[in-house]
């Protein structure tokens, strides 16, 4: 059987995940602080509705929209223009925002008020492609792990049936555990930025990727004014 798949227009990437994202999957984008989660997330929806036509939405909850406006423009990513456009949303779903809307004297839970606001504006723009950044945040609203881990599986499992979309899930990690979220998504990106003799170096690994004959090797990538760019053709070794 065929399987769709939805090309992220990132140099290089779509060489090591078989063409593309398959259709209706979600992918956890994993890594440390500066390893470039929020800009390949923004980059695959940037590219997504500038040249494939295919709207996205962008939840944050860590920085202000305005925040990511302003990142988003040091690589030459007029956000506020494809907003105008109809093409991009960029949703402020920080819990700053949420104990407002509590304040109105509204009963929604904090998971279900972001989720319903995803949906809503999915559903507005006709969204083919979805990232929340970040799962951290999220799971750090419940007040044990057990409704962490629920509420983590309910969202994965509600945006695998968001018609034609590819979803995309940010996680901050700092250590080489496993963690339970690798388990429930499709697919695992990882970007890792560690320290070698001569400065840093950075590299992506596609953890898995289901449904997909993808590459098992670590790939130097870099963080150009464009946005990240992944040599597919060379692999390092960390360790």
């Known amino acids: 059987m065929r ?33 470039g989660k929020t800009t390949l997330a923004l980059q695959i929806l940037v590219n997504g509705a500038k040249q494939r036509n295919e709207p996205g939405v962008y939840a944050t909850l860590t920085e202000t929209p305005e925040e990511i406006i302003l990142n988003a423009s040091s690589f030459g990513w007029d956000l506020k223009h494809l907003e105008d456009k109809g093409v991009l949303k960029v949703l402020d779903l920080r819990p700053s925002r949420f104990l ?88 695992v990106i990882i970007l890792h930025y560690v320290p070698v003799k001569n400065g840093m170096i950075r590299a992506i690994q596609i953890l898995k990727m289901r449904r997909t004959d993808h590459s098992e090797n670590f790939h130097p990538f870099d963080i150009t004014s464009k946005g990240i760019k992944v040599n597919p053709n060379e692999t390092v070794v960390f360790f």
Do not use: H
């Open 100 to 187: 407002e809307f509590k304040s109105r004297g509204e009963s929604e839970t904090f998971f279900s008020w972001v989720w319903n606001s995803i949906r809503q504006e999915v559903e507005k723009i006709r969204a083919k492609r979805v990232a929340i950044d970040s799962l951290n945040v999220l799971s750090a609203q419940f007040q044990n792990e057990y409704q962490s881990r629920r509420a983590v599986m309910n969202l994965i499992e509600a945006l695998q049936r968001l018609p034609e979309c590819i979803s995309f899930l940010l996680f901050e990690q700092i250590t080489m555990e496993r963690t339970m979220e690798e388990f429930l998504t499709s697919g």
């Open 3 to 35: 399987i769709e798949r939805v090309p992220s227009d990132v140099p290089g990437l779509d060489k090591i995940i078989g063409g593309g994202f398959p259709k209706q999957s979600v992918t956890l984008i994993s890594g440390g602080p500066g390893s």
